[in-house]
DNA sequence: CAGAATAGCCAAAGCGCTTTGGAAGTCTCT
DNA sequence: AGAGACTTCCAAAGCGCTTTGGCTATTCTG
């Protein structure tokens, strides 16, 4: 059942056939309604290529997925895209993955705008002056951050949770506690959000005249193993940190491993605070002791990208807005005061 | 940049310019050249809307996404996809994920198929008669199935591991370390995966004339809690276990968790071989006890079925074959003979 | 060397939708 | 009653590609 056939039907040339269904007002409400009934009696659905091709949308988000041996999709990824896919299905909206080769993203991104496949992209785990994000913008295609970049001389429209704000309010109640040799395990320090949850500690920790070693820093991608060596190298240190920050709870894992290794107890010896994107696979109140977590739902997150996506396609939504959201701070046994 | 003013520039017919570019013969080899090069010099690209409406192909593939508030995205989706973004990458494909209600999938397959929105799809996760397969057969788009239903009278193209193989290889192990009463931790067992790790496991205990009883399989999604609870419930028993086989790392993980509440020591009081799909943030070495496992690499799997269901598109690949990959089998330090 | 086959090219007809630029019909106002 | 303003609909022109059905030369057959 296509347009032509559909409008044979009810006497009725295809462009009204058309307005009529696409809500247009020069067609009477009488009309209109034998329109729809009819389309909806024969189960006439558009054609989607025939429509894109006559007005270049798609009805399709984007999103480039850097790719290559050597790169590993963060496991993050499937939560925001459980809450996307939540808000995309009630919406029929089609989300589609352009594998790129993760040295070379902008080729894909030019082509994906280029040949409008889709009608808005969005873009993860930024870094400062992000290239991808310049190109974005001056492609003109409509987008949504999820993360911040920095050092850039235009606005965009974001959306980011308060990382700075979470680890401040981690190290502050630390420090409140007693301790004053904090540790930070952070994520990849080229991405903005550890480089805000570097800042938000080391802010907390001058308010109380401490400060962030750069020995008591650690940075690398969110693995177990890497929780595990950097928790070791603290803590073998000669001068080891009373309480870690520590940026994932996979990577937790690893601390309460290297922990345990060393003989030493939670929070007995250490008090470990971690941020929790909510996997529903892992859960921070089943850690060996319950951990203490800066929280905040990755998969609202998606939700919510999404959504804003969807009012951007549609002109409800313009301007460069950006969104940060609250970070809960949850606190659990895997805290104490300073030994000693 | 199109076909027509391309034509034009060539003092070619659209017909012919296009024929050269899709490498039919009936144009010589010069003009091929001619065409060929000025294509590239001004960098023309067909525009894929245009001929997605002319053709029906779209160049993608095609994943039905289940999603609901009470539905979680299997983090092990991500692995695959890795692996499916290696191989789409390379050959320019784009894969489609259609968010679906999980409890109405058929509604969004219909949708995909009957736009032609994608040229092939694949299935994970399949179930003992499947529906989502048979419909898909029905349907006739072009598939392959990751994993394997059971219970058609008819044949489908898939690519599975072997998952009973995996399982029995490491029962029999336990068996020949002297273990007789071993216990299996599952993943949901309404999906044939499951199924088919039980029957090799019982196959195991069976040619040694045991047995594997009710209360000895525990069968949950795989998150970590469930680990733990399962091993909390199997180690209390009145007759725990000696050994546990268990299908994901990611429950490995909360049945450590449990070992440890209880008191108990692996391998001391019981050995542990879990499945691992490979994920490059949690790897089973690096466990309090390195820990033995049945290892396929997911994202191998994920590139295999690219390639597979490319080739399927373009007609090279027909018939309903099935693939079916061997498991290794990877001792470590979590099994030793059965205690006392 | 006539007739058949083949190679190489083209005009035009789709694919199924949206949108432009009217054209008729109906009302309103002076 | 005629001009202007709506309202409601339509024919036809795209969107940019592929493919059908020829139409010319050129080459091959017997």
Chains 1, 2 share one sequence.
């Not at 070379?104 to 992209?121: C, G, L, M, P």
């Not at 480089?195 to 969110?222: D, K, V, W, Y």
């Not at 990577?251 to 030493?264: I, K, N, S, T």
Request: charged share 25%.
């Amino acid at each position: 059942m296509n347009l032509k056939q559909l409008s044979h039907m009810l006497s009725l040339s295809q462009t009204t056939v058309s307005r009529a269904l696409n809500g247009y007002p020069e067609v009477s409400e009488e009309t209109r309604r034998r329109v729809m009934d009819a389309a909806k009696r024969h189960g006439y659905r558009p054609n989607p290529s025939a429509r894109r091709l006559a007005t270049g949308k798609s009805g399709m988000i984007g999103y480039v997925l850097p790719t290559g041996a050597a790169v590993d999709i963060d496991p993050h990824f499937v939560e925001f895209l459980s809450g996307l896919g939540d808000y995309a299905r009630s919406h029929e909206l089609d989300l589609v993955l352009s594998p790129a080769d993760a040295d070379d993203e902008e080729t894909t991104y030019r082509r994906i705008v280029a040949n409008r496949q889709v009608d808005a992209v969005y873009l993860s785990s930024p870094r400062p002056a992000d290239k991808r994000l310049a190109l974005v913008n001056t492609l003109g295609i409509p987008f949504i951050v999820h993360g911040r970049s920095e050092g850039f001389d235009f606005d965009y429209p974001y959306l980011d949770i308060d990382n700075e704000g979470a680890f401040h309010e981690a190290a502050r109640l630390l420090v409140q506690l007693g301790h004053k040799r904090l540790a930070l395990i952070n994520g990849n320090d080229r991405e903005t959000f550890a480089i805000h949850r570097e800042r938000g500690m080391r802010r907390a920790l001058a308010a109380s005249g401490l400060a962030l070693g750069e020995r008591h820093i650690r940075s690398a991608t969110m693995t177990e193993e890497n929780g595990y060596r950097a928790a070791r190298r603290l803590l073998e240190d000669s001068e080891p940190p009373t309480a870690i920050v520590c940026s994932s709870l996979i990577m937790a894992l690893g601390v309460v491993r290297a922990v345990r290794d060393l003989g030493l107890t939670i929070p007995g010896d250490l008090s470990l605070v971690a941020h929790d994107d909510v996997f529903p696979w892992l859960r921070p109140e089943n850690f060996p002791v319950p951990l203490s977590t800066t929280r905040s739902s990755i998969r609202l997150a998606g939700a919510r990208v999404a959504e804003r996506l969807a009012a951007r396609i549609s002109g409800l939504e313009e301007g460069a807005r950006g969104e940060v959201w609250p970070v809960d701070l949850v606190v659990r046994g895997s805290v104490a005061g300073a030994p000693g």
